[in-house]
C-alpha cells in the first residue's frame, strides 16, 4: 500500500489507475488518512532536504571568497567602486527584489499577517491551531507512523490536523454546522464524536458572509443519530437572557455559560450577538443555547484583550443560509421542531446535548 501511495503521489500512476486508487481513498478514510500522514512526511522531508543543500551552497561559496582582500582592494578605491556598481547593480537589485520575495513568502505562508491583522482590528476568530502538534508527530520516522495509523485505524486520525474547531448536528442523518473559517483551506476534514470516534466529512455548503458552513459525513462507518433534542430559535433573544455552550477549545468538551449582553455583535455587527462567555480557540462552531435548549447561535469569535466580550451568529441567520443552500442539499436539512431539553436541569440537558456536539478537525 504504501508503494501505491507514494506512486500515486509522484504522478506514476496510469490516469486509470489514479481514477481507481482516488474512489478506493474516497470511500475508505484509513486509507485517506495514510495518503495525507505519508505526503505530509515527505513534504517535511523535501523541505529539511532543500534548507540543508541551501546551507551547503551558501557555505561553498563563502569559502571561495577572500574578503579581506576584497575589502583592501575595492573600498580605496572610489572608481573602482564605481565600475563595480555600475557593472554589478543589476545583479544587485535583482538578488535583493528574491530576497524581499522570499521574506515576504515567509510571512504570508506562517500566517503573519493574517495574525497581525487579527491583533489590529481586535477580532480573534475561534479556530484553534494544531500546527505545533503536527510538526512533533511527524518528526517520527515513517515507520513509526504507519504503524501508529494502523493500531489507531478505529479512532480515525493519528495526525491531530491543522486547525480544530465545534460543530453540532443539524440532522440525524450527518449534517453538521460549523463556522466557515474553521474548515476554510481543508484539504481534509474529520468529525470526532462523544466516544472519540473519528468519521471523514466534506463540505457541502458555505456561506462566508455569515460564516457559517454545513458539513456531511461520508464515513460508512457513522450510524445516524437519535432525534435531536433541541430546535433553533427564529427571534431575536432578550438582552441579559441566559445562555450556555459546549465546545472543543481542547481534547475535551468545555462548558460555557453566561448571558446575552448586547443584541449586536462586534463592531455593532447585526449578524451576531454579544455574549458574557468565556470562549477559547476551538470554540469556534459551538452551539449557543438558551436555559429551554433552544439553539440561539453559533460561537464565531472574541475581542482580542476584553474580557468577557464573545460573539455568536444568530440562529436567525443560520437558517437563512440554509434557505440559500443548494436544493440537492436544502432537501435533507428538515431541522428539528421538537424541544426534549425544556424542563430539564443543566447536568441533564448537557447529557443530552454532548451526543450532538462534535470535535472538527481539518487537515
Known sequence: ???????????????????????????????????????????????????????????AIHETLDMRAIKEEVLPK???????????????????????????????????????????????????????????????????????????????????????????ALTTSGYI?????????????????????????????????????????????FSSLKSLPYTFKRSTADLGENVFTLGFPREDYVLGTGYVSSRTGYKGDTVQYQIDIPVNSGNSGSPLLDTKGNVLGVISGKENNVDGASFAV?????????????QEVKDDLILSNKNSLSGLSRKDQIKKIKDYVFMVKVY
Open 314 to 326: 444568530k440562529s436567525k441567520y443560520l437558517i437563512e443560509a440554509l434557505d440559500e443552500a443548494p
Open 177 to 221: 454546522v460549523t463556522n466557515n473559517h474553521v474548515i476554510e483551506g481543508a484539504d481534509s476534514i474529520y468529525i470526532q464524536d462523544n466516544s472519540g470516534n473519528s468519521f471523514k466529512a466534506r463540505k457541502v455548503y458555505a456561506q462566508p458572509q455569515y460564516d457559517i458552513a454545513v458539513l456531511q459525513i461520508i464515513d460508512k462507518n
Open 78 to 168: 572610489s572608481m573602482i567602486v564605481r565600475k563595480l556598481w555600475d557593472k554589478y547593480r543589476m545583479n544587485a537589485a535583482v538578488a535583493a527584489s528574491v530576497a524581499l520575495l522570499a521574506v515576504f513568502s515567509t510571512l504570508f505562508s506562517t500566517g503573519y499577517f493574517s495574525k497581525r491583522n487579527a491583533l489590529v482590528s481586535g477580532y480573534n476568530a475561534l479556530r484553534r491551531e494544531m500546527s505545533k502538534e503536527v510538526d512533533r508527530k511527524i518528526q517520527r520516522s515513517k515507520k513509526e507512523l504507519m504503524q501508529n495509523i494502523k493500531a489507531h485505524s478505529m479512532q480515525g486520525p493519528v495526525n491531530p490536523g491543522e486547525y480544530s474547531g465545534t460543530g453540532f
Open 1 to 59: 500500500m504504501t508503494e501505491q501511495i507514494e506512486a500515486y503521489l509522484r504522478g506514476e500512476m496510469t490516469e486509470r489507475e489514479k481514477a481507481e486508487f482516488e474512489q478506493l481513498r474516497a470511500v475508505d478514510p484509513l486509507l485517506d488518512q495514510q495518503v495525507v500522514a505519508h505526503q505530509t512526511f515527505i513534504e517535511q522531508l523535501k523541505d529539511y532536504g532543500n534548507k540543508h543543500r541551501l546551507i551547503s551552497d551558501m557555505n
